[in-house]
């Protein structure tokens, strides 16, 4: 009789033993177990001749899911390093990594998903008959040559279109699985690519002379440079070596467009995983790349996890963007966690950005990482000059200066897109009482409630909230109410009527909900549909706009008296990458950033000497206050219905750790945003120059927070390397 050690999705850090009588399966398959009441599925994670427990205490397996392991030994290693490294339990991390279909038990078997073909109408049909559908007649256009699922179709084309064809009959569904008739090598047609200039062409064979073996790069190259052409040129090389790539890219960045353009340079099926697939589709990818079926993998944060049978390349695009931390459950990094897994896999690692985080700025000037430069934009697109524009004592309409409106003007007349930026939606961030000055809070937060005018109602933005827009003031019943300061909703409204020849859009959270809807917005822009862009941080994230000239930000100075250190940092990155959004084909462009402090040293450092010069003089900073990438912490959160018991619980752990060898304890003090759903939020800093010492630490006082009593009544988390402090 064999003991199966189980890492079964508790909240605790142990496994379990289980007794199975005959064969046991392999480390890494899935079983079904009693526990208590209920019966969970687990992974077999280590295998005994005998348990601590007494024989007739052992429950037995009730079955086994799978013949072969769904887990690697790559993906077992990297679990326990982020159990380890996380402090979280084994368990819960086991069902991080695994696809949600197999964490319910499912068949790790293929199955055929639904996808829409051609019907005979389909086949026969004149695509010039749906010249006045342009969507639909891609489409068609699109399943002559290949049949696509249903959520890829939606994805790419969007429902209407699928709507349409299905309408006039011109498509059917059939059930498809994925297949192994043919290898993806073998299908590999290497679409026209450009010329490569010097600098890329460096980076490229760097990248080259290290495959097969592990090797970290930065490439860190300005907006518009030209890095996924580098990123193409050197998947071009794996893909030869009948090699896997897989590729991480922020939530937002993951677009049809940048698919597409992986599709068409090689001619084959690229998986994509991604939080709009349903669990069958997700799990389809996984096999396939797990089988090997699968040349390139695309895909956001947890897509770090999928298991390929011929790893070759990695690659984490946008390295610096926040997305890559994961804020709740298992808090892991997800760029941390590619590094560890290039190394296990002995493959490159490619970081690429033009904004570097100052951690991995500080391993590639250290030397750790290999330090790739692309300093020129590709082409003959030109970078956009940064400028500040003073706006004390200046008259604004609706948050603009007439100084800015008149440079929109003229952008407008030269037929060019002017992109303005402003990271509030809503029409305005308070309602405020003229009368009495009282503004309406939300009590569960104790923060103003925004005002979103189109939708009639009030809004909290931390916990959702929202009740309709009061007549009267409910202090002094007053009808004198007035929005106070400015969002995306205001902007667009008095864009609009400043500018009635000209369309505009509004990009933020609000209007990009629902399927598709931003992909959408996105090619209507690049269409020139519309002329003045407006929006939060979504405009940011890497979309290519050639007729974009003018870039406005209304206001930069809430960064710039944050509490948090790395505010400095994200605005810098914030200024930079929006400044990549002008200019970045024939006609040149131009960024302004409107200030009451036009003098502040961070932004006279950024638009003078760019995001470079400005990375390097605040790791100086960071080295001179002893802050992380130069010291490392770990922050432990408490929250509950009375800030006493949270401050209480986290006095206690801070007395576990005060006589800890090297670790530093700050705290316990109010989070950024004291109050949030009703819960009073603390938070403990631990901090220490040495990693080991502070890990060292965690690991010998972990469980004995755990047994504190206040443990049960607050809940609390620990959150290693931690990036928001809100």
């Known amino acids: 009789m064999a003991i199966l050690r189980i890492a079964l999705p508790v909240p605790k850090r142990q496994l379990f033993d289980y007794r199975i009588d005959g064969e046991s399966p392999a480390i890494g398959c899935r079983v079904i177990v009693p526990f208590g009441p209920r019966t969970l599925v687990g992974i077999i994670w280590e295998i005994a001749e005998q348990s601590q427990w007494p024989e007739d205490k052992l429950k037995a397996v009730t079955q086994v899911l799978d013949d072969k392991p769904v887990f690697s030994a790559t993906l077992i290693h990297l679990c326990q390093w982020l159990a380890s490294y996380y402090k979280h339990p084994i368990g819960d991390v086991v069902q991080t990594a695994l696809p949600v279909a197999l964490r319910k038990g499912a068949a790790n078997q293929a199955k055929a998903i639904d996808h829409w073909c051609l019907s005979e109408a389909g086949q026969t049909i004149d695509s010039s008959e749906l010249s006045r559908a342009p969507k639909q007649q891609a489409l068609l256009a699109q399943l002559r040559r290949d049949s696509l699922t249903k959520s890829t179709a939606n994805q790419d084309f969007g429902p209407a279109a699928v709507k349409g064809l299905l309408t006039k009959g011109l498509i059917e569904v059939i059930a498809k699985s994925h297949t192994t008739d043919e290898p993806w090598v073998s299908k590999i047609i290497i679409g026209e690519k450009p010329q490569a200039n010097v600098q890329q062409a460096l980076a490229i064979s760097s990248i080259e002379a290290k495959l097969g073996e592990f090797a970290c790069f930065l490439l860190e190259g300005i907006t518009g440079s030209g890095k996924t052409e580098v990123y193409l040129q050197a998947i071009e090389s794996v893909l030869l070596r009948g090699q896997q790539v897989l590729i991480l890219v922020p939530e937002i960045g993951l677009t049809p467009q940048t698919v597409s353009r992986f599709k068409q340079r090689f001619g084959i099926e690229v998986g994509v995983l991604h939080s709009a697939l349903n669990d069958t589709e997700r799990l389809q990818v996984w096999q396939q790349s797990a089988l090997g079926q699968l040349g390139i993998i695309i895909g956001t944060r947890s897509a770090i996890f999928t298991p390929m049978l011929k790893p070759g390349l990695l690659i984490v695009d946008e390295e610096h963007d926040a997305s890559y931390k994961q804020q709740d459950g298992l808090r892991y990094h ?219 930000i209304l206001d930069v100075d809430g960064a710039l008296f944050s509490a948090d250190y790395r505010a400095a940092e994200h605005l810098a990155q914030l200024i930079t990458q929006l400044a990549g959004r002008a200019g970045r084909a024939e006609k040149p462009g131009e960024m302004w950033l409107q200030t009451h402090d036009p003098a502040h040293p961070l932004l006279q450092d950024l638009i003078n000497n760019g995001y470079g010069h400005f990375a390097r003089y605040a790791l100086l900073e960071r080295q001179h206050a002893n802050l992380p990438p130069y010291s490392f912490q770990a922050l432990f959160k408490a929250q509950a219905l009375s800030a006493r018991d949270a401050h209480e619980f986290l006095q206690q752990v801070a007395d576990h750790f005060i006589g800890a060898e090297g670790v530093m304890c700050l705290g316990p003090i109010p989070a950024l945003m004291e109050k949030r759903q009703g819960q009073y939020r603390m938070q403990l800093l631990l901090q220490s120059n040495q990693r080991g010492l502070l890990q060292q630490a965690l690991n010998q006082y972990i469980s004995s927070v755990e047994a504190l009593p206040l443990a049960t009544k607050v809940r609390w988390s620990l959150d290693v390397d931690p990036q928001d402090f809100s």
Not at 382 to 403: C, T, W, Y
Not at 440 to 458: A, G
Not at 545 to 550: D, R
């Open 334 to 552: 997800a760029r941390d966690l590619a590094v560890m897994r290039a190394h296990k896999e002995q493959i490159p690692l490619v970081l690429g950005t033009a904004t570097p985080a100052l951690e991995t700025l500080n391993n590639a000037l250290s030397g750790k990482y290999q330090h790739l430069h692309l300093p020129v934009r590709a082409g003959n697109a030109v970078v956009a000059k940064q400028q500040v524009f003073d706006i004390r004592q200046q008259p604004l309409e609706f948050g603009l200066a007439k100084g800015m409106l008149e440079r929109t003007a003229l952008h407008l007349k030269q037929g060019s897109q002017v992109m303005l930026f402003i990271n509030r939606r809503g029409y305005a961030p308070a309602l405020l009482c003229h009368s009495c000055g009282h503004v309406e809070q939300c009590h569960s937060c104790n923060k103003p409630f925004t005002l979103h005018k189109s939708l009639y109602k009030l809004q909290c933005h931390h916990c959702a909230a929202a009740k309709g827009i009061p007549k009267r003031c409910a202090n002094c019943q007053s009808s004198e109410l007035g929005s106070q300061g400015v969002g995306t909703e205001q902007l667009e409204q008095g864009l609009a009527e400043y500018f009635p020849n000209y369309k505009s859009v509004r990009i933020d959270s609000d209007t990009t909900r629902g399927k598709n809807k931003l992909d959408t917005m996105l090619n209507q822009i690049n269409n020139n549909e519309f002329q003045l862009l407006i929006g939060t941080q979504i405009l940011s994230k890497g979309h290519h706009f050639p007729n974009v000239t003018l870039v406005i």
